[in-house]
Structures are given as C-alpha cells and as structure tokens.
C-alpha cells in the first residue's frame, strides 16, 4: 500500500462474466497493479499490464505466495466453484496479512430472513463472518443486485424475457421495481472504491475507504420494473407488444413454486425462487428504498436503458448469454 492509497490487488475470477469487467475497469483507472490468480492447469487469458499468479487450491502455500504484499482480494467465483475454495482464499489472505476482501457475493445486502427465503443469505454471512474471526482483514460486500445483461437474456425465469419465442412473463402485473446493474457498472464502482483515500488522513475531504470496513456497497445502474424492462427491449428489436406472448404469474406462488422444485434438485427452481423473492411487494430487491445507493459518493456515471439493453440483446444473438436456454 503506498501511503493512503491501494496499489495492489488481487482478483480470483479475473476473466469470468463479472471479473473481466472489474479488470478492465482498474486498468483503465490507471491506479492499481492488478494481479489475476488462477489454477496452474487455467487457459484463460488476462488483458496487458495483469500479472498472472498461478496457484494450487490443494496447497494453501501457494496462495499465501500470491498473496504477499496485496492490498485487496476481489472474489468472484462461478457458483460452480467447488466448495471450500472461498474460505482458503480468505484463510490465506490472513495469513498474508492482506487488509481488504471483497468477497463472493455481487448481489444484495439480505437481511437474515430475505438471506434465507433466497438460499444464499446464510453462507454469505458465514464467509463474512469467517473473514472477522480471523481478524486481519475487513470485507466489503458488493451490493449490485442482478446483473441486467444476464438477467435479461438468460433464462425466463430471471427476468421473465424468453427472446427466441418473444415470451413475456410477467410477476404479478410487472410494475414492482428493483434494482440492477450492468457489468460494466460493477467494474466502474469496484475501481471507483478502492481508487478511494483508505482514511480520513490531513487534507482528506469526501468518502474513504474505511466507510465501508466490515459494510456494504450500493450502487445500481437503473431502478426499474418488467414493464420498463419490456418497453426498452421493443424499443431495441424494433417490435410491437401485439408480437409478443404476454402472461402473468403471482409472484408469491411463483416464489414457492421455485422452492418446491429446488428441493427436488432442480437448478431452474432456485432461479425461480431467487428472482421471484426479489420482486415481492416489499421492495425486497429494491436497494436504493432499502439502503440507499453509494452512486453519488463513487462518482459513478449515469447509463442509458437502451444502450444497455441493445449489449444485452447484442450477447444474446451472438451466443454469449442465455443460448444454452433458447
């Protein structure tokens, strides 16, 4: 760390949907040394200027190496990941004395209840948890909430869009706000954070690093509903509502639906139940009602609908996002 600022960091995931995006974004930031660790076996690549760190989940030396002398560790892991990696990335990170960690989570600040309605509240909370216990470093959760590219053309049950049928569903009658952001926002916040003053030091003014130690970060790129969803998208394709299938669906039953199906192991049910919990009356997706949002402290900048839309739709024909469902 040099004086009040990061200089090094260090990202797990760095060339998967999200971790390229928050690569590209502190390599154009121009602030940080970014460091991308990955297995020995990986055949990823990584843009010019990350060093590459290779490393051995089943020797914990190896990641403690790797992460000697790192300012911050940014997780972002696939779900796929096999469990416990997380947690060694963590231990070693406090071995190496590494001070921040923002872990695998790129979603919504739960409260306990809501946490476990969606599944994924508890084992959040016990790597944040974990994080404190050791007592070396400070996390900060990456609250965006869903990812608009993804949950827009990925699965139906996301965001309710099947693009290849021009199929709509909608949960209850599609004017329930949320909160999204797009990739690229989540790599322009994530820059725009750790580029921050780490303390309130002489001739410091404005937010610093430590007002998020051991807290959440709220951003967003729109507040919006499916039906808000639903006229940008006709507006980017260039169709009518009449060339659309138009249904509705309680989002409550909906809800419960999912749950009754993941407990018979079924992946599309925990979609089901984790957009649909998000889209309930209680503003339960809806950060900016909830927490409010850090936009304005990161000096974010605003996103147009359509353009992002238009990206969406653009991944979408070309078979980045959402084929494998089609």
């Keep these: 760390m040099s004086s009040n600022h990061l200089t090094k960091i260090a990202i797990v ?50 990641l403690v190496a790797a992460l000697q002398g790192q300012d ?16 060694k990335l963590i231990a070693a990170a406090a071995e190496a004395k590494v001070p921040w960690i923002l872990p695998n989570e790129w979603g919504g600040e739960y ?18 948890e974990y994080i404190e216990e050791l007592g070396v470093s400070s996390w900060i959760g990456v609250a965006c909430g869903f990812w608009y590219e993804f949950s827009l ?33 989540c790599g322009e916040a994530v820059a725009a954070l750790l580029a921050l003053p780490v303390s309130k030091a002489t001739g410091v003014e404005g937010p610093v690093l430590e007002d998020w130690r051991n807290k959440y970060t709220h951003f967003s790129s729109f507040e919006i509903s499916q039906r808000d969803m639903f006229e940008s998208l006709k507006r ?3 169709t009518k509502e009449e060339d659309w299938k138009v249904s509705t669906v309680p989002v409550e039953d909906y809800y419960k639906q999912g749950r009754d ?39 974010l900048s605003k996103e147009v609908l359509d353009d992002a839309t238009k990206r969406a739709v653009d991944m979408y024909e070309s078979g980045l996002l ?3 469902h089609a």
Excluded: C
């Design 111 to 128: 409260s306990d209840l809501v946490g476990q309605e969606v599944l994924i509240g508890p084992a959040n909370k016990a790597m944040r």
């Design 72 to 87: 911050a560790l940014i997780i972002t892991m696939s779900v796929a990941a096999p469990p416990g990696q997380q947690q």
């Design 236 to 238: 980017v394709t260039g």
């Design 261 to 299: 199906e993941l407990a018979k192991g079924s992946r599309i049910g925990f979609a089901k139940a984790l957009y649909g919990r998000m889209f309930f009356k209680d503003g339960a997706g809806n950060a900016r009602v909830l927490t409010g949002l850090d936009d304005e402290k990161l000096g």
């Design 13 to 62: 995931g760095a060339s998967g949907s999200v971790g390229k995006y928050v690569v590209a974004s502190l390599l154009a930031n121009g602030k940080h040394q970014v460091m991308a660790i990955t297995r020995a076996d990986s055949k990823a690549v990584f843009p010019k200027g990350v060093v590459i760190a290779k490393v051995d989940y089943d020797d914990q030396a190896t």
């Design 322 to 324: 959402g084929q494998s």
């Design 153 to 185: 053309v990925g699965m139906q049950e996301q965001f309710g869009f099947d693009l290849k049928n021009r199929d709509v569903m909608l949960y209850d009658d599609g004017t329930t706000t949320i909160t999204t952001s797009t990739w690229q926002k």
